[in-house]
């Protein structure tokens, strides 16, 4: 029996190392090539990293209003983020701890959003845009994606591990209900606002299409949209030399921010989903 364990824990990490392989390639390969003058220079690629020219870097940041074009994607993500999860937060400790009529049925129906493409809302999203006089603006990209299903799921489902009787305890006390929530439910609750931090502010940095569709002045772009601009008309010619650049400096964010909140993405994630 342990031989057959050792070989399947051989099998299982071959296949994991394998997996990472192939994710992790493409990103190395965009990061050696943004230090080179050429993409294509022989045949086959030197994998090897080498440091030929940071021009590239210098070029793509001081290309238009790329500058902008990153704080635009910071202040969209940010603000999208700290939204997102208090209002995720909010609605998930009202599901997990307050009784009312229609509880289950309207948390069902949230979720029940999920199934639903974002393409089938697009057209009604852009013309409540239009009505409101939203378009080209921050609002109209950061307001929509306030709400979210996913960050009301994980919420709620911490909240549920938290025992019942640290809670009674607080009303003893004489804490109200929005005081427990701040003072002690929130506070306990770090991993789940990191794994919910985590997941909005990458879909908000992400995000192409919406942006694509209510940002149309140059100045209110976003990194995603910018990036479009290395490439030549109609395709064309892709500037691939600038574009690894600007891809390596777009990633950046997303990578720091995971790197500082891993420990409670993990958690979050595990123990946001151990209880139903």
């Given at each position: 029996?342990?031989?057959?364990?050792?070989?399947?824990?051989?099998?299982?990490?071959?296949?994991?190392?394998?997996?990472?392989?192939?994710?992790?390639?493409?990103?190395?390969?965009?990061?050696?090539?943004?230090?080179?003058?050429?993409?294509?220079?022989?045949?086959?690629?030197?994998?090897?990293?080498?440091?030929?020219?940071?021009?590239?870097?210098?070029?793509?940041?001081?290309?238009?209003?790329?500058?902008?074009?990153y704080?635009?994607?910071?202040?969209?993500?940010?603000?999208?983020?700290?939204?997102?999860?208090?209002?995720?937060?909010?609605?998930?400790?009202?599901?997990?701890?307050?009784?009312?009529?229609?509880?289950?049925v309207?948390?069902?129906?949230?979720l029940?959003?999920?199934?639903?493409?974002?393409?089938?809302?697009?057209?009604?999203?852009?013309?409540?845009?239009?009505?409101?006089?939203?378009?080209?603006?921050?609002?109209?990209?950061?307001?929509?994606?306030?709400?979210?299903?996913?960050?009301?799921?994980?919420?709620?489902?911490?909240?549920?591990?938290?025992?019942?009787?640290?809670?009674?305890?607080?009303?003893?006390?004489?804490?109200?209900p929005?005081?427990?929530f701040?003072?002690?439910?929130?506070?306990?609750?770090?991993?789940?606002?990191?794994?919910?931090?985590?997941?909005?502010?990458?879909?908000?940095?992400?995000?192409?299409?919406w942006?694509?569709?209510?940002?149309?002045?140059?100045?209110?772009?976003?990194?995603?949209?910018?990036?479009?601009?290395?490439?030549?008309a109609?395709?064309?010619?892709?500037?691939?030399?600038?574009?690894?650049?600007?891809?390596?400096?777009?990633?950046?964010?997303?990578?720091?921010?995971?790197?500082?909140?891993?420990?409670?993405?993990?958690?979050?994630?595990?123990?946001?989903?151990?209880?139903?």
């Amino acid at each position: 029996m342990s031989a057959r364990r050792a070989a399947l824990l051989v099998l299982t990490v071959a296949i994991q190392l394998i997996l990472a392989f192939i994710y992790v390639i493409p990103f190395y390969w965009m990061v050696i090539k943004s230090f080179r003058f050429t993409i294509f220079a022989n045949f086959p690629p030197n994998l090897l990293p080498t440091l030929q020219t940071l021009g590239n870097y210098v070029y793509v940041w001081h290309f238009s209003a790329f500058p902008s074009w990153y704080l635009n994607s910071t202040l969209i993500a940010l603000s999208v983020t700290a939204a997102s999860v208090f209002i995720g937060s909010l609605s998930g400790y009202a599901f997990a701890r307050l009784r009312f009529r229609g509880r289950d049925v309207l948390f069902y129906t949230v979720l029940a959003t999920l199934m639903i493409p974002f393409p089938v809302v697009i057209i009604a999203e852009y013309i409540l845009m239009v009505d409101l006089g939203w378009v080209n603006t921050y609002q109209a990209v950061i307001v929509p994606s306030t709400a979210s299903a996913v960050n009301v799921f994980l919420m709620r489902q911490y909240f549920t591990t938290i025992p019942q009787e640290v809670e009674d305890a607080a009303k003893i006390d004489g804490l109200r209900p929005h005081q427990i929530f701040f003072r002690i439910a929130a506070p306990l609750a770090k991993p789940a606002y990191a794994a919910s931090a985590i997941y909005t502010f990458i879909g908000a940095w992400n995000s192409f299409l919406w942006p694509l569709l209510v940002l149309h002045s140059l100045k209110m772009f976003t990194l995603p949209l910018a990036i479009n601009f290395f490439k030549g008309a109609n395709g064309s010619q892709i500037y691939w030399n600038e574009m690894t650049a600007a891809e390596v400096l777009t990633i950046i964010p997303t990578i720091v921010i995971y790197v500082v909140f891993e420990k409670y993405f993990v958690k979050g994630i595990a123990l946001g989903g151990s209880k139903g």
